[in-house]
């Protein structure tokens, strides 16, 4: 299987839930993202890793937690979250920092 | 801190007809890619615009790159329908993870 593939496409989750997204990439990239896109707000970078090394975190809220266990694999850990996140979450890869990303399907996630 | 800005945000326009998004941003940067989502899809890479004067095409989409004016800008010429979609660009620089998108650009291509 190639380019980057994400589960599950949708997640309702109460807001005590535990939850994770996974990410995977078969194009040998070396750099993956997590982006949220919220109605009408740009497309907001989250977590960067590069060679499985965080590299961004931009100012997340601690109830989202990234794992990125090696250069193929990215997560997401999703606990006690507010309705306000509800949002698309993409994840995406590129074969180094700076360079075109390929990016997955999405995760639409739905906080209720 | 790199912002990108995109004009229009919102796009109606009669098939058959040219128009052009505009996409400046704030800081250099060496490279610019365009981006295109469809409703309730993910974002699929239209172009990478490299240089100064570059200039890409790919169907009735042609995108080109200012560096000196930090623009970049998405020409439409005799849109469809199938073009309906958001368009995004993102300014970035090679071996860093300053790669910032733009508001989007939503197009409607009208029958």
């Known amino acids: 299987e190639t380019g980057v593939t994400q589960t599950p496409r949708h997640l309702v989750m109460g807001m005590t839930n535990k939850k994770s997204l996974k990410c995977e990439q078969h194009?040998?990239?070396?750099?993956m993202y997590w982006y949220k896109q919220s109605a009408k707000k740009p497309l907001e970078l989250m977590f960067v890793?590069?060679?499985?090394?965080?590299?961004e975190n931009n100012s997340v809220p601690s109830r989202f937690s990234p794992e990125c266990p090696n250069s193929s694999h990215l997560f997401l850990h999703l606990h006690t979250l507010q309705p306000e996140d509800s949002a698309l979450y993409l994840c995406?890869?590129?074969?180094?920092?700076?360079?075109?990303?390929?990016f997955g399907s999405g995760t639409r996630l739905t906080v209720v | 801190e790199l912002k990108v800005e995109q004009n229009p945000l919102f796009l109606s326009m009669q098939e058959g007809k040219n128009y052009t998004i505009y996409c400046n941003y704030s800081?250099?940067?060496?490279?610019l890619y365009w981006y295109r989502q469809d409703p309730g899809k993910s974002l699929e890479s239209l172009f990478v615009?490299?240089?100064?004067?570059a200039v890409k095409q790919e169907g009735r989409l042609m995108a080109s790159l200012d560096t000196k004016a930090r623009l970049s800008t998405l020409h439409i010429t005799a849109a469809v329908h199938d073009l309906s979609a958001t368009y995004f660009c993102?300014?970035?620089?090679?071996?860093?993870?300053?790669?910032?998108f733009g508001t989007g650009t939503r197009l409607k291509v009208l029958a």
């Open positions: 995406a890869s590129s074969q180094a920092t700076g360079y075109g990303y390929t």
């Open positions: 194009l040998g990239h070396n750099a």
């Open positions: 890793y590069s060679l499985e090394e965080r590299v």
């Open positions: 800081t250099t940067s060496d490279r």
């Open positions: 615009l490299l240089s100064n004067g």
């Open positions: 993102a300014p970035a620089t090679s071996g860093t993870y300053k790669y910032i």
